[in-house]
């Protein structure tokens, strides 16, 4: 027998009240864009629970995609089949052969939620709980805790089977809290932070700088390939690309070494939070670790922040390194992230740059400069991709590959 659905149950939704529906409305999005790469299954959603109809695909590979998407508790894999006791009774019997191994006990669960249907749930589990015991005499029933729980549903359509439930990801929808900028560099701090900030509902638009010539077009095919990696957990994702050339270079022309790295962060930050405006978010989302590095340092953050009133979440700031990796791993980032491209972050960072810069002193160095003009024609230069979960090869591509 072959699976037809997935049941997918939801999580912490069961607690949202009035605004359950939005939710699950936004999981369903979420569900849809990201088996959009199975363009057979369709998925609908109610109430109580979401379904993914296969209509032939792989049930393995839908399964594994489904374990990543925020918002499901757990999702079961189901048969259907048609409503009458002998097709129940042989596809109950079918299953327990194929799945049975000596000293295993089993259990029914019965629901109707077609009362018109000749059996009720005590009778039906009676029934199928006899047509096991002739399949297989030597089985145990059990009623708490046994190896095998087979769940049958009796609906107005049809009869569902299943005895699967699979684990989900838990934590809330993608979209539900609101949407965030993350300021993506290439690095692998950001794209955990950015995992961190979907599992808790924030919609993020990744925001990255882009120096060319000093940066090269690997170094921006890395970034949307990281991006391409986050849409697993809830669907397509904006990806900003912002030039930063001139930027940098005005910052290198009249700034002194040590405050290169605050100036070039004060300006990111500048430039995320005017395109934050733009672009309806609410939230600024990096991945600062505490003391990681110079600009990272708690007087660093201090200096950077002070140009936004805007909230900064930094998910990973209390981590260890070791910690991040360990979940850059576990998300598929990490290989990525560590390609040996420059970004704009390391393109001029100087030999030895100021630990505790002064706000006043980043203040002064920048009355140097028109950092308006600056920040209006980055943000108007800005280039905005939607990135899906299918990615298409290209030039780009096999260059990487061939220096890889």
């Known amino acids: 027998m072959q699976y037809s659905e997935i049941m997918i149950r939801y999580g912490e939704l069961s607690t949202k009240g009035k605004n359950r529906m939005r939710f699950i ?32 695909a792989d049930y393995t590979v839908v399964a594994e995609s489904l374990k990543q998407v925020f918002g499901i508790q757990n999702f079961s894999p189901v048969y259907k089949v048609e409503k009458s006791v002998e097709i129940l009774k042989s596809a109950v019997q079918e299953i327990m052969k194929d799945i049975y191994k000596e000293g295993m006990t089993f259990k029914i669960s019965s629901k109707r939620s077609d009362h018109n249907f000749e059996l009720d749930s005590r009778e039906l589990n009676q029934t199928l709980g006899g047509a096991v015991f002739e399949a297989i005499p030597n089985v145990q029933a059990q009623m708490k805790n046994p190896d095998i729980n087979l769940q049958v549903e009796i609906r107005e359509e049809a009869a569902y089977l299943s005895y699967e439930t699979i684990r989900g990801a838990g934590g809330l929808p993608v979209g539900t809290s609101g949407k965030g900028m993350l300021m993506l560099s290439g690095g692998i701090d950001s794209p955990v932070a950015g995992y961190l900030a979907l599992k808790r509902g924030v919609d993020i638009e990744a925001v990255h700088f882009a120096s060319p010539p000093y940066t090269s077009p690997g170094a921006l095919k890395k970034a949307q390939d990281l991006t391409r990696k986050l849409t697993k957990f809830g669907g397509n994702i904006q990806f900003i690309e912002v030039p930063f050339t ?14 290169l790295m605050t100036l070039t962060r004060r300006f990111m930050m500048r430039i995320t939070d005017r395109i934050r405006e733009v672009r309806n978010g609410l939230v600024i989302i990096n991945g600062e670790s505490l003391g990681q590095v110079a600009s990272q340092t708690l007087e ?13 979440i930094r998910p990973v700031v209390t981590m260890d390194k070791l910690e991040i990796i360990d979940i850059a791993q576990e998300i598929d980032t990490f290989e990525i992230s560590i390609q040996p491209f420059e970004d704009c972050c390391t393109i001029f960072a100087p030999d030895r740059p100021k630990t505790n810069p002064k706000i006043k002193n980043a203040e002064q160095y920048e009355a140097r400069m028109d950092v308006e003009g600056l920040v209006e024609r980055a943000v108007a230069g800005i280039m905005i991709t939607e990135i899906t979960p299918q990615a298409e090869k290209d030039e780009v591509d096999d260059l990487i590959d061939n220096l890889l």
Do not use: C, F, W
């Not at 001139?246 to 405050?259: G, V």
């Open 300 to 312: 660093s953050m201090q200096a950077i922040n002070a140009v936004t009133n805007t909230p900064i």
């Open 246 to 259: 001139e930027i940098q270079e005005e910052i290198k022309a009249k700034a002194p070494e040590a405050y």
């Open 25 to 56: 409305n936004k999981l369903r999005n979420n569900i849809s864009d990201v088996l959009s790469i199975y363009p057979q299954v369709k998925v609908t959603a109610d109430r109580d629970r979401a379904h993914a109809y296969l209509n032939g």
